[in-house]
């Protein structure tokens, strides 16, 4: 059905800012139609949200807090808060706080309760106490555009180690000058280079992917991201 689709004439161009990905679909189809549609089309911010970052000057905090920033979207999917790293973000902040108080922890995004963050192996005891006393902030429901970009002007980092490539995020957060942490899965070398343009940590592309055994192309799996791997990458992220 895909096949007589792409290959059809009302079909003009297939496009992905990733070469990567137009190189598999080549090859999953492995039709020369097809292949001669294919296009390799960069992205970029919109102009609105150019202006509002570029040359931002980060603010002088009060105590010289560092600010760790988590972003995801306001609905309340837990798999998506899952694969987006969370749980390694959250596990970040009970490794750090003890030793370095001066740190601060944004979520935006919505508050797992607290027997799904037990499950995730989070000290709740912990956390409540840094939620107490204003070291973790959680910003559920709605915000303007302006007002999340507004985020990324007062973090020094922005925890994104992710299953999957989330492009935008990690323009915004260079662009507003916080260090975007990322996991090592496709696609994110075109956007991060490790120790130059931000940090990677290890373990997605390895334990996540796989390569299909029908098609030879490779496959996530978000059930494989387990509490270990997630750890892992907490560890890794408090090293650097």
């Not at 007589?4 to 496009?15: R, S, T």
């Not at 973000?89 to 944004?106: A, G």
């Not at 973090?155 to 492009?167: G, I, K, R, W």
């Not at 507003?176 to 940590?201: M, R």
Request: proline fraction near 3%; hydrophobic fraction near 40%.
């Amino acid at each position: 059905f895909y096949r007589a689709l792409f290959e059809g004439e009302k079909c003009l161009g297939i496009f992905s800012h990733l070469q990567i990905t137009l190189e598999q679909f080549s090859k999953f189809f492995n039709s020369s139609s097809i292949d001669s549609k294919l296009f390799l089309s960069p992205i970029g911010l919109g102009e609105t949200t150019y202006k509002t970052l570029v040359g931002v000057e980060k603010e002088y905090k009060d105590n010289n807090e560092i600010y760790f920033l988590f972003t995801s979207s306001a609905q309340h999917n837990h798999g998506n808060l899952i694969s987006r790293g969370l749980v390694s973000s959250l596990l970040l902040v009970q490794m750090l706080l003890p030793q370095y108080p001066y740190l601060k922890f944004v979520f935006r995004c919505w508050r797992p309760s607290d027997d799904t963050l037990k499950k995730m192996g989070v000290d709740c005891a912990l956390l409540s106490k840094a939620e107490q006393n204003g070291k973790v902030l959680w910003i559920q429901g709605f915000i303007s555009e302006s007002e999340q970009l507004s985020l990324f002007k007062q973090a020094d980092f922005f925890l994104l180690p992710s299953v999957n490539l989330h492009s935008v995020s990690i323009m915004q957060s260079q662009l507003a000058g916080a260090i975007p942490v990322v996991s090592d899965t496709y696609g994110v070398d075109l956007y991060v280079s490790d120790g130059l343009t931000g940090i990677v940590v290890y373990g997605v592309k390895q334990n996540i992917w796989y390569t299909d055994s029908e098609t030879g192309i490779p496959v996530d799996d978000h059930s494989l991201l387990t509490l270990d791997l997630a750890h892992n990458m907490a560890s890794q992220i408090k090293d650097r």
